[in-house]
């Protein structure tokens, strides 16, 4: 099995930044993409930011320039800054790992998710 779990969440003012976590753990052989999503209370959970093994990143366009994710591969890490919060990015957000188990199996798993409250 393979367990994700983030951290990092808060209640923080509009402009301020905050950095989310996301510790992957099991039995792990390697992973893939990594990914950040989120949902909002009353909508869907979206996407808003990947980045492959090698690094290559992808954002969605609502926050592209505030929000850089980034991964440690030897510690089964990924992180989400956040710059320049606004209110509408309040929401649970959620880590995604595409993993290879030890097993050789390949499955997609979440994480709980981390509660990001933006409120003056």
């Known amino acids: 099995q393979v367990q994700l779990v983030e951290s990092g969440g808060g209640l923080v003012q509009p402009g301020e930044s905050l950095r989310l976590s996301c510790a992957a753990s099991?039995?792990?052989?390697?992973?893939?993409?990594m990914a950040w999503y989120r949902q909002a209370p009353g909508k869907e959970r979206e996407s808003v930011a990947s980045?492959?093994?090698?690094?290559?990143?992808n954002y969605a366009d609502s926050v592209k320039g505030r929000f850089t994710i980034s991964r440690d591969n030897a510690k089964n890490m990924a992180y989400l800054q956040i710059n320049s919060l606004k209110t509408e990015d309040t929401a649970v957000y959620y880590c995604?790992?595409?993993?290879?188990?030890?097993?050789?199996?390949?499955?997609?798993?979440w994480g709980q998710g981390t509660q990001v409250t933006v409120s003056s």
């Open positions: 995604n790992a595409d993993v290879f188990s030890i097993d050789m199996s390949r499955s997609h798993y």
């Open positions: 980045i492959t093994r090698n690094g290559i990143t």
């Open positions: 099991g039995m792990i052989f390697s992973i893939n993409d």
